[in-house]
């Protein structure tokens, strides 16, 4: 049994790596950003660092009794407007009295901000970390007790309310349950993956050359972000997100993932592509209004889960 248990709500994200986030909040319907975005992306340390919204008038972060040993579940609103629905847990999380700026800024690689020029933030951390892919999300929470609060301590916080130790036997039962978590679907895949692999690097290769000169370029392609390179400018420090799309011929034509396509309201969102890529590349860039204007976006594939 824990001795300390809470539910937390924040914003959608498939992944939690850095893609887009979903949410009710003004906020997030104009950017589909917000911290809690990195949650689940590991540090080069192995920790993983959590941002919870603030509370109160004074937006301090949350402050229970005890800092250390919570299994923290996360709730979400399904894709931002559904029914709150559980998307992963913290094992022995720790919580922090203030917003800290994440690791990533202390390390040698660049890291981006937020839409306002901010540094992302955390409040809690673990080295102990389980997210619940998309498809198999389907533990839905009531959401009568998070009018006033985005964190509801449940157990070993002090108060023992009968619908508190309901939702702590839930948080147990539901973690034994998803012991042995469902990876990710798998993405689309496509015909001569050894040609579709060159094709890629060249692009990426012809990207960082074409935006080296003005701009200093991080790799964020293992990061599943929502986007390839994070490009900072050199005199006036702005920066830019970019998704690199290639092509063998002449003709532009690209495949978007559902979270590279919802990342495309970012205001930093840059589409940069290559055709010819492996012979003379050619490059275009693009920002979401002009790629809108340049290229039909269809739907190319659908997903069908349980309807719960």
């Not at 508190?164 to 042995?180: K, N, Q, Y």
């Not at 469902?182 to 040609?195: N, R």
């Not at 392609?221 to 994070?230: P, S, V």
Request: aromatic residues 12%; neutral net charge.
């Amino acid at each position: 049994m824990h001795p300390r248990i809470a539910l937390v709500k924040t914003g959608w994200s498939d992944e939690y790596q850095g893609g887009p986030v979903l949410g009710r909040y003004a906020h997030l319907k104009e950017y589909d950003e917000a911290h809690e975005r990195f949650n689940f992306l590991q540090h080069t340390s192995g920790q993983f660092y959590g941002y919870l919204p603030p509370i109160g008038k004074m937006e301090r972060s949350p402050q229970p009794k005890l800092t250390d040993g919570w299994l923290l579940v996360f709730v979400s609103a399904r894709n931002g407007t559904g029914p709150l629905t559980v998307v992963g847990w913290y094992d022995n999380a720790k919580f922090y009295n203030e917003y800290l700026e994440r690791p990533e800024y202390a390390g040698p690689e660049d890291f981006e901000t937020d839409v306002h020029g901010n540094k992302y933030s955390y409040c809690i951390s673990t080295n102990t970390a389980h997210l619940i892919s998309t498809a198999s999300r389907k533990d839905i929470v009531s959401g009568a007790h998070f009018k006033r609060t985005p964190i509801l301590y449940v157990r070993g916080n002090g108060k023992d309310d009968s619908w508190r130790e309901e939702l702590a036997r839930f948080a147990e039962t539901l973690i034994s349950e998803h012991s042995d978590i469902e990876q990710l679907p798998p993405k689309l895949s496509f015909p001569d993956p050894e040609q579709r692999k060159r094709i890629e690097v060249a692009a990426i290769n012809a990207a960082k050359k074409f935006l080296k000169t003005e701009y200093h370029v991080t790799d964020r392609q293992k990061d599943n972000c929502g986007y390839d390179l994070l490009a900072r400018h050199r005199k006036t420090g702005k920066e830019l997100h970019v998704e690199v799309k290639g092509t063998s011929g002449l003709n532009m034509h690209f495949y978007m993932s559902r979270n590279e396509f919802r990342y495309m309201v970012s205001p930093q969102w840059r589409l940069l592509m290559v055709s010819d890529a492996l012979n003379k590349p050619k490059v275009n860039f693009f920002t979401a209004k002009d790629a809108h204007k340049a290229f039909s976006i269809d739907s190319f594939a659908w997903e069908g889960t349980v309807k719960l």
